[in-house]
Nanobody, 120 residues
Framework: QVQLVESGGGLVQPGGSLRLSCAGS????????MGWFRRAPGKERELAAS???????AYADSVKGRFTIARDNAKNTVYLQMNSLEPEDTADYYC??????????????WGEGTQVIVSS
């Protein structure tokens, strides 16, 4: 199993920046896609950004040009650099990882979430 531990959330003023980190640990064959979902108060869960094992990225339209996702495969860690933050970015952010335990066993591991509040 893989455990994911997030860090980096907090309170920031509009226009500010935050960097989220999510480190994976445990026993596994490989980590495939990684990414970040977010759930804002009263809204549906949204995939904010994802990154494949070979570095291909995808972003929600609402964060394109402001957020950047990256990963360090040697550290099993995914990052989300969030710039030009807006109050609408206020949400709980959850990282995920698609993990292969064997050639025929894949599952999705989730972090416990980190809160981001954008407010003056």
């Amino acid at each position: 199993q893989v455990q994911l531990v997030e860090s980096g959330g907090g309170l920031v003023q509009p226009g500010g920046s935050l960097r989220l980190s999510c480190a994976g640990s445990g026993r596994f064959l490989s980590i495939n896609d990684m990414g970040w979902f977010r759930r804002a108060p009263g809204k549906e869960r949204e995939l904010a950004a994802s990154i494949s094992s070979d570095g291909r990225t995808a972003y929600a339209d609402s964060v394109k040009g402001r957020f950047t996702i990256a990963r360090d495969n040697a550290k099993n860690t995914v990052y989300l650099q969030m710039n030009s933050l807006e109050p609408e970015d206020t949400a709980d952010y959850y990282c995920y990882a698609s993990v292969s335990l064997s050639a025929r066993s894949t599952y999705t591991s989730w972090g416990e979430g980190t809160q981001v509040i954008v407010s003056s």
